[in-house]
């Protein structure tokens, strides 16, 4: 045996109480300083250490304050945590809504080994603000458009970190019972507040329906797919007892439409069957008569259809295939139909969307994110099914360790979902939803929807852009008229800007701007200035296109100068005049600073004080000059593409500006025409 001497130093008796709190001692020692008084005299004080441990002498060492953190410590860090998410929330505008950082910039301001010691939590929260929050995109940001909204409110906050305390893992009902109960009255509720045909519900008498909370729509989307693979399978083994399984699993085909989630894309290789995108319509919505002839085309191959997945509200653009003829159609076939409604679902706590539950009653499975449009922080998405024992016949792996004597009676969700480990998600739903009320939450659902449709009428007032898709709930998506690099150029330029974030979406080939209200509190003059930006950025794009450099370099040629020596003669006086009125159109930016005395002109040109242009390089390098007659490639191949685009406009009565670049008031109503 060891025997371990701690030096007790006496403390002042009215200093003792504030001494031992402020002091983290492990619970061996923790017992002992108990009995110490003021008036104790420095001692010795013996513990006997347990032979057989190799570890209960860490029991006794006396660690610095800053190294664990008792529960005294922890009711003041948490205050000033909750002081910290409150001011974060609440001054988040005037932070970058997008960061200015490079792919690996955390490395390097991070230690290479981890430390051997605690730190101070000072030093952790100091770090969180000069190293972490540089590098974090803030989805909470009222200028933050992309995506679909990340669901986030203060009663949400509070029930995850109530959730985090408790701490169980409730794959079963005898891992936690109020956990799998909660989970179970809280997808019922939602499924009478969005008016779900009862046999998805689980309390729905003699009914085989039921739901889960799962971590994502993809998770949603995966289970739902493998629950009907099995399905399928079993029924051709029955058909077909002689096959072996890998070639009755290679006659399975699926189907989604063009415009649906990858996640339904992922689903298909992670289950091994074939996926086939069905193409919609001008609306980008699934139809019946597209997917009744891919299922006739794959049949006819000997294909065997039996799952086909419709979308509530598609990422691209908020688009909403027609569920009662994919309904009727799969009916017809007995094929499952799985509808995600990630996004969309939510609407359906309003009376004006149901409309949207049309041809339901053949719907096999459904989800949707109450953490992307119902305040409920991630992660938390909701799925029903129609027979729930289809969906734990897929998954049911019974060891003995996890059985329990009330497994016949009680729900185990370890059978409905891939991970065995659960959170207590459902807690955060019952906290958000009996704080706010449905109520409240279809107010929050109308004022996103409201600001959308501002949106739109910003959009549609001005010629210079048009927009793609039904503007229906809170996502508008838009483009610049013409060629896609135009709406690229615009996005990238307000992306890099820091003031909005966007994400593109290809419709049909068309390069769109999504822009989706998100911001829990949004209100109109947050959408009039994110128009604003949209079109101070657009004038930049538009004075700086690439085709405007080829038209005004093809102008040049065909009026018989030579770019090789361009200081020799002025330009044609219709079109200098113009560039000079550009030149002086507006002051310059700090984005503009590289361009020198140009100001806003398209990089082609040049102006030296006789106002006689010089051709240089498109994308030069930062304040360098270069001359064509130092780049002959350069100037070839703006000759190519310059010869090129005549061309193509010889049907166009030779009108080149028109075509390519929407009109802009101002200095471009005059048109240029290549004689």
């Known amino acids: 045996m060891r025997i371990i001497c701690l030096r007790v130093a006496a403390i002042l008796k009215g200093r003792e109480k504030k001494d031992l709190s402020s002091s983290t001692l492990l619970p061996a020692e923790t017992q002992e300083r ?65 960061p200015d950082v490079e792919p690996g910039y955390l490395r390097k301001l991070l230690p290479e080994e981890a430390p051997e010691s605690g730190e101070k939590w000072e030093s952790i929260m100091e770090d969180v603000e000069t190293k972490i929050m540089p590098g974090v995109t803030h989805w909470q940001h009222p200028r933050f458009h992309a995506y679909f909204p990340a669901g986030n409110s203060y009663p949400s906050i509070l029930a995850d970190m109530l959730s985090d305390a408790i701490g169980c893992i409730g794959f079963s009902w005898a891992a936690s019972p109020a956990c799998t109960e909660l989970e179970t009255v809280m997808v019922d509720w939602l499924g009478r507040m969005m008016h779900l045909p009862k046999q998805l519900l689980p309390f729905t008498e003699g009914g085989k329906g039921g739901g889960v909370i799962q971590g994502s729509a993809s998770e949603c989307t995966l289970v739902s797919l493998l629950a009907a693979r099995a399905a399928a399978l079993r029924k051709l083994k029955e058909k077909y007892p002689d096959e072996e399984d890998g070639v009755l699993l290679s006659k399975l085909v699926a189907y989604c439409s063009k415009q649906s989630h990858s996640s339904m894309e992922k689903a298909g290789i992670i289950a091994f069957v074939k996926m086939r995108q069905v193409q919609t319509d001008e609306k980008y919505s699934m139809r019946g008569a597209e997917l009744a002839e891919a299922i006739r085309n794959d049949e006819e191959k000997g294909l065997v259809p039996f799952f086909v997945g419709a979308t509530l509200g598609t990422t691209g653009s908020c688009a909403f295939d027609n569920i009662e003829e994919i309904g009727e159609i799969c009916g017809e076939k007995n094929i499952w139909l799985h509808v995600d409604g990630a996004y969309g679902g939510n609407a359906l706590i309003c009376p004006e969307f149901r409309y949207l539950l ?37 998954f049911s792996v019974n060891p003995l360790y996890l059985q329990h004597e009330n497994e016949d009676e009680a729900i185990d969700y370890r059978h409905w979902t891939i991970p065995l480990s659960r959170r207590f998600r459902s807690l955060k739903l019952w906290f958000v939803i009996r704080t706010f009320g449905v109520e409240g939450l279809r107010k929050y659902i109308r004022n996103h929807v409201k600001l959308a449709k501002l949106f739109e009428s910003l959009v549609r007032a001005d010629d210079r852009y048009e927009i793609l898709g039904d503007v229906t709930l809170g996502l508008v998506c838009f483009r610049l008229k ?23 979406a ?78 002086e159109s507006g002051e310059s ?87």
């Open 358 to 394: 049309k041809g339901f009653e053949h719907v096999h499975s459904f989800n949707f994110n109450p953490n992307k449009w119902m305040l409920v922080n991630f992660d938390c998405s909701v799925m029903w099914v129609r027979d729930k024992r289809v969906l734990t016949n897929a």
């Open 506 to 583: 290809n419709l049909n080939g068309k390069y769109v701007i999504r822009f989706a209200v998100c911001h829990q509190n949004a209100v109109d003059d947050d959408i009039k200035y994110s128009w604003d930006v949209v079109l101070k950025y657009t004038d930049k794009v538009l004075r700086r296109s690439p085709t405007k450099n080829v038209a005004m370099f093809g102008a040049f040629m065909d009026n018989k100068y030579s770019a090789m020596h361009s200081t020799s003669a002025p330009l044609m006086p219709s079109v200098l005049e113009r560039l000079s009125e550009e030149r």
């Open 482 to 504: 013409g060629q896609n690099s135009l709406t690229e150029s615009l996005l990238k330029r307000i992306n890099d800007s820091g003031k909005l974030h966007m994400v593109p």
């Open 34 to 98: 108990e009995d110490i008084t003021a008036s104790d005299t420095t001692k010795d004080i013996e513990v006997q250490e347990e032979p057989t441990s190799t570890l209960s002498h860490l029991g006794n060492q006396r660690l610095l304050p800053h190294q664990i953190m008792d529960s005294t410590d922890f009711k003041q860090r948490s205050r000033e945590m909750t002081d910290y998410i409150t001011e974060y929330l609440q001054n988040i505008k005037e932070r970058r809504v997008l």
């Open 589 to 675: 930016t700090d984005e503009e600073k590289d361009d020198g005395p140009v100001g806003r002109l398209p990089r082609l040109f040049s102006f030296s004080d006789e106002k006689r242009p010089t051709f240089r390089l498109k994308n030069p390098p930062l304040r360098r000059r270069t001359s064509f007659s130092n780049q002959p490639g350069e100037l070839k191949n703006l000759q190519d593409e310059y010869r090129k685009l005549k061309l193509n406009n010889n049907d166009n009565n030779n009108v080149f500006y028109d075509k390519d670049i929407p009109e802009r008031p101002a200095t471009l109503q005059r048109r240029m025409t290549i004689t």
